[in-house]
């Protein structure tokens, strides 16, 4: 889960890059609190939400916090990458692409969604 400053940039940012990887656009739910909530579900039963802050505070970027997303291909990874710019994000540490590991070589790319939080597709090869 992260949160959001403005909740209608964040659907149309993350329906765009979780749609280039397969995911169906947000289920929008309103917490008992009366805050909206962003529910984004796979197939894999995995959940992503983005909310606006319970507590009505500005919403921040945890430090050192990746969220990491799977993605079936280095193809995939470059999509999300391109997507995630196209629709407001920042591009950030080295250009997409495979790096070296003690898994072996991964294909990733890092960005930031319009609200600073810190996003990686990642694949591992099979």
Do not use: W
């Not at 919403?59 to 629709?87: I, K, R, Y």
Request: negative net charge.
């Amino acid at each position: 889960m992260v949160g959001s400053n403005d909740i209608e940039r964040s659907r149309r940012f993350y329906d765009a890059v979780l749609g280039a990887l397969g995911t169906e656009p947000a289920t929008v739910n309103m917490a008992g609190s009366g805050h909206t909530r962003l529910f984004y579900r796979n197939e894999g039963g995995t959940n992503f939400v983005v909310t606006q802050p319970i507590d009505d505070e500005p919403a921040t970027v945890a430090n050192g916090a990746t969220v990491a997303f799977s993605c079936d291909s280095p193809e995939q990874v470059a999509l999300f990458h391109a997507t995630a710019v196209e629709h407001g994000g920042t591009s950030i540490e080295d250009a997409p692409g495979p790096r070296s590991s003690a898994m072996g070589t991964i294909h990733l790319a890092y960005v930031r969604d319009p609200d600073g939080n810190k996003l990686c597709g990642i694949h591992f090869p099979g």
